[in-house]
């Protein structure tokens, strides 16, 4: 067998064996897609799936909750501003930590890591009392910044590996042709650690997307996000499941546009940075 | 791939940009004589809040006041309110408050006495509020909150099951009395067992889920079986618990168990609602909180809607007994709305909306409503509900009840389920609720 | 062979470097992070441990706060469910993690390649990831229901008895797990595949045609380049596992009994439970600590900065 005949025969088992990968795992997820559209009573009955319950009323009524959209578009707005933030604090964050020797600095990183771990419980009064005081209790800016509180360590975390894994020799040919510090930053270090900067921008998102405990104590009726107006749907005393599932549903897909749409940087991302000797 | 990752910043930044000022602006309040104001309401999630807030327009036209109102589940109103509510600040002018949960606050809300008086709508007479519900709002004597739903176990059996000829001539030959809605706990079990063994029908829908929740259904039994479980006397609170006849009420829910559906150890609100109204095969008879009925009567979500019977619960060997789980409306003494607020308690409790609200197939807390002979037909459950009242029970109420539900869930569950032996599970509640109490200085 | 990140290395750039002042000051990059660490982060940290040392009631009508010194953390050494909390917790994280490291390790080996519809595969996977953790948790009670859940039905075609999966101690903490490691492996996946996407194509080709098995490449070539993100998943997967919450206490609430009530399931009844701030404050600082002593030994000696550059910049 000849080298490109074997490649091709074990790309198409990977792709078989993806795709087998994807059912057993989206399998809850499927459950919920298809719920959506499914009466509650269909869903509690237990009924096999059967094209004729296809209805629509879950998605209707969610989407009439006015509610339930602005906590979606406060979402939205709350985990790409909080990404924006975390992401550019962290990255500069883990540049400085780990291209500069300086006293501490491995404390320094460690205390990120050790602050991250608390349970956001034991700090939510905290914060309630503080936003309180500053006025930032039920604020877009307050939840953004609660979730930045998490994710900056987060981010500072994941780009430290990608951060240090670039050769010291770029720093040394910039500085030839005279950069500065923050231009080397800038031009040379954020393109090649551009991959990390997709994965960290990714995981940010889902931090702040699926925070739960800031966000039902820091926001009230204007800043409340979507993962408590979905909560509301849940436990009550009373059952909305259909309208659960469509909500849940909802709220997949922008975050499942954003990360096909950063997969594009994230591929050889090293390999397409333009920066060959 | 610099310049792509430099333009993704910028649409993300610009994107942001223009949905936080999107956010920011805010609708006026409507023209009228008085001027605009605007409250915050914190209320617990379920159908009967939710009837209220589509009659909001209603009441901003003829007050000019907005209503801002947060709905949550309710050990997050709890926590919410905790955090909120202090005697200087507060982030709400109206809560919501769960009965169990008024010693805790009583001391934030501003007395019943010292509200406003209603300009556009009356003050709310205490003597309409059903008597077994009125003092849910109280805390030593003094009215900090309006009770507004008058929530207590009413039983419910499935009508087409106890009236289907068949099953009751089986049931006849066999147990010599007729089918129907279980008056006693004999009764209850018999034909409760009826139906599970003839594979008809689950017999029972046990209720496992929230130590709320299990608490009531101990609670439930422990009084149907004639004894309290913790007093309020001398000035201090006590176990009085008798620890036989509370073994004989354990033992009793344990048999309920065996012809309970499958999954009975972990049924909350939701399995229970499974079992009972989306199970093709469903179940013969179980309490429930009236303020699901709604959910119960849907048919859109349940299959019995119609096939309810209700009724008050069946009486145990040594008594008979409704536990209550109904939420009172309080000011916070901190608000700095409570005119605005005072005015929209009273337009809540008014009988122009408590009639309204029972159209919705809710249960505001007026004896007038709920005693109104014109709506007995078409809402079976509110005749039910007076009957229930008049067994009224209530759980103990004390700052650390929390810590004394938790106790009481782990070792009820362990009984009933046969995880321990029932004395040993009773001898522990009574010994840990004794430890709780204890060092809370009792 | 060259690497594609390792441009011709001149004297002058050295000299360069070091005229400029050798390093730089690195307090510029470092101040914007500090800011909003310090103020959203370390102030509550420090407010948590004062309230450590009270008497603290969630809400201020639960009674008077009073100064109770060490008092929280004599009744939590006392308090056996705390011990059973951090004993449940941590088995948690020693089941849950390294399952997910290997499931990730191995998918992201595996995707590695270009293949018709991989970008969508991709994404699709890590659609977990962001699906809710109280949807998930309700989604998962469902599905193992008796009678009507389908994944209790699927065991039971597979002979599997009938059990209340979530009714029986060990089988609720099971399902956690499970429920966790569903979630969580695509998480690691995405962190190990752009690990891998960092380790220039030339290696692994290089290694491939030399011969190599695959285990050999896998543990000579592919894993030492991927040290360092191997240990950032793991570090961010331990620090999210001690902070899992909702998922657990919608399929469980802790129970049955308290055979899945995890340390942060406990800290959390604490404080809004039992409405004792202080108790739960305690827990915190207790964390805390184990979190510093496991940072200043463990991944100290396993992943300091000198240690990573080593790994990376020099390969």
Known sequence: MTMANRRKTITTAVMFFAIALLLIELYPIIITLLNGFRRDIVILSGQKFELNQLTLDSYMLVFKNRQMMKAMGNSVIVGLLSTALSVGVGAMAAYGISRFKFRGRNALAYSFLVFRMLPQMSLVVALYMMFKAVGLRDTIFGITLAHSSFNVPYVIWMLIPFFTAVDKSYEEAAMVDGCTRWTLFKLVFLPLVAPGLVVAAVFAFINSWNEFLYALILTGVKARTAPVAISSLIGGDTLTWGQMCAASTVMLTPVFVFTLAMQRFLIRGVAAGGVKG | ??????????????????????????????????????????????????????????????????????????????????????????DYDVVGIDEGNIPVFASLLLPFDSWYKGTVYPKTDPKSITPKM?????????????????????????????????????????????????????????????????????????????????????????????????????????????????????????????????????????????????????????????????????????????????????????????????????????????????EFVYWWSSKAIADKLVQANTIPARTETLTNPAYAASKPWLPALADSMKVAASRPRFKEIGQVQDVVKKYWVMGITGAMPTNEAIRMIVKETNDILQKAGY | MTFSRRPATSQTGRVALRRSGGQGSPVPFLVPALLIVFAVLIFPIVFSFVVSLFDWPLSAGGGQRRFVGAGNYKDLVMDKEFWNSLRLQLGFIFIAIPLELVLGLAAALLLNREFQGGRVVRALILLPVFFLPVVSGMTWRFMLQPRYGALNNFLLSLGAPEITWLGHPTFAYAAIIVQDIWRMWPFVFMLLYAGLAGIPSDVLEAAEIDGATFWKRLFLVILPLMYPTILTALLLRIIDALRIFSEVYVMTEGGPGMSTTLFSLYTHRQAFGYMKVGMASAMAMFLLTISVIFAVTLVRKNMSLEKLEDQGGNR
Do not use: C
Not at chain 2, 47 to 71: D, G, Q, R, S
């Open chain 2, 1 to 90: 791939m610099k310049s792509k990752i430099s333009v993704l910043l910028i649409v993300l930044l610009a994107v942001s940009a223009m949905s936080a000022f999107a956010v920011g602006d805010k609708d006026s309040g409507t023209a009228s004589g008085a001027p605009a104001r605007t409250i915050n309401v914190l209320l617990w999630d379920d159908p009967y809040p939710k009837a209220l807030m589509a009659m909001l327009p209603e009441f901003t036209a003829a007050t000019n006041i907005t209503v801002n109102i947060e709905m949550l589940q309710p050990p997050q109103v709890l926590t919410k309110t905790a955090i909120s509510v202090t005697p200087t600040s507060t």
């Open chain 2, 134 to 342: 009125y003092s849910i709002g109280t805390w030593n004597g003094v009215q900090v909150g309006v009770p507004i739903n008058g929530n207590l176990y009413v039983w419910m059996t499935r009508k087409d099951l106890i009236e289907n000829p068949t099953y009751k001539a089986q049931f006849k030959a066999k147990y010599g009395y007729d089918l129907g809605v279980p008056k006693t706990f004999k009764e209850l079990l018999e034909m409760g067992t009826f139906f599970y063994e003839n594979d008809i029908a689950a017999g029972f829908g046990p209720f496992n889920g929230g130590p709320a929740g299990v608490l009531s259904e101990a609670v439930f039994m422990w009084e149907s079986f004639g004894t309290k479980f913790i007093d309020y006397t001398g000035g201090t609170y006590k176990v009085v618990l008798d620890q036989a006849k509370a073994v004989e009420g354990m033992e009793f829910y344990k048999k309920l168990m065996a012809i309970s559906p499958k999954g009975a150890e972990t049924m909350a609100h939701v399995e229970r609602q499974a079992a009972f109204a989306a199970d093709p095969k469903g179940v013969f008879s179980m309490f429930i909180w009236p303020a699901q009925i709604a959910a119960y009567e849907d048919p859109a979500k349940s299959l019995v809607a119609g096939k309810i019977a209700y009724s008050a619960p069946p009486a145990g060997p040594r008594g008979q007994a409704a536990v209550t789980g109904a939420w009172a409306i309080a000011i916070p003494k901190a608000s700095k709305n409570q005119e605005a607020a005072a």
